[in-house]
T-cell receptor, first 114, second 111 residues
Framework: GAGVSQSPSNKVTEKGKDVELRCDPI?????LYWYRQSLGQGLEFLIY????????KSGLPSDRFSAERTGGSVSTLTIQRTQQEDSAVYLC????????????FGPGTRLTVT | SQQGEEDPQALSIQEGENATMNCSYK?????LQWYRQNSGRGLVHLIL?????REKHSGRLRVTLDTSKKSSSLLITASRAADTASYFC???????????FGRGTSLIVHP
């Protein structure tokens, strides 16, 4: 079956613009996660969803970041008024449920803020 | 949630040699997972080891877990150039719904 997909694969935007990143999880996976990976760094947890609910938003770096998930499926990560330090690869993952379940990662969206 | 710390940060070996990577963590865990990330791609799950397990195998991969030392190791035997990647451990604590990732070990296997 299809894996996790993300779009766009690459996004170049000007400082101050808003961007939307999309994640399509594996069908039937109730848990969805967003991570950020800067060059040469590890994965920074941003937010996760169980169904449409986001119990833990503590990883979002600032109030310019928000995310939603609708229909227990597609999720959108929105970054408002982008800054250069937002440049990174944004990775989405899904799993059957939260907890002790393998995460399946998408290929990521590479965001460059100029 | 807690973060795993991989060691070494970088490892360079010749094809055919074994590669060992270590992961340390701070608090009790339910399980620990290892992932691989090839250049420019997403992460791929390798192995999950539960807290009551000491060793697991998958092909050329062997993972050990020592809960008394709060550490895990990933051994890749008879390495291949295609094993070149970054390897991440992701421990998951009982009180957390999510595994968290460290900075990884960058492995280069020279043909």
């Amino acid at each position: 079956g299809a894996g996790v997909s993300q779009s766009p694969s690459n996004k170049v935007t000007e400082k101050g613009k808003d961007v939307e990143l999309r994640c399509d999880p594996i069908s039937g996976h109730t848990a969805l996660y967003w991570y950020r990976q800067s060059l040469g760094q590890g994965l920074e947890f941003l937010i996760y969803f169980q169904g449409n609910s986001a119990p833990d938003k503590s990883g979002l770096p600032s109030d310019r970041f928000s995310a939603e998930r609708t229909g227990g499926s597609v999720s959108t990560l929105t970054i408002q008024r982008t800054q250069q330090e937002d440049s990174a690869v944004y990775l989405c993952a899904s799993s059957l449920e939260t907890g002790s379940y393998e995460q399946y990662f998408g290929p990521g969206t590479r965001l460059t803020v100029t | 949630s807690q973060q795993g710390e991989e060691d070494p940060q970088a490892l360079s070996i010749q094809e055919g040699e074994n590669a060992t990577m270590n992961c340390s963590y701070k608090t009790s865990i339910n399980n620990l997972q290892w992932y691989r990330q090839n250049s420019g791609r997403g992460l791929v799950h390798l192995i999950l080891i539960r807290s009551n397990e000491r060793e697991k195998h998958s092909g050329r991969l062997r993972v050990t877990l020592d809960t008394s030392k709060k550490s895990s190791s990933l051994l890749i035997t008879a390495s291949r150039a295609a094993d070149t990647a970054s390897y991440f451990c992701a421990p998951k604590s009982g009180g957390s719904y999510i595994p968290t990732f460290g900075r990884g070990t960058s492995l280069i296997v020279h043909p």
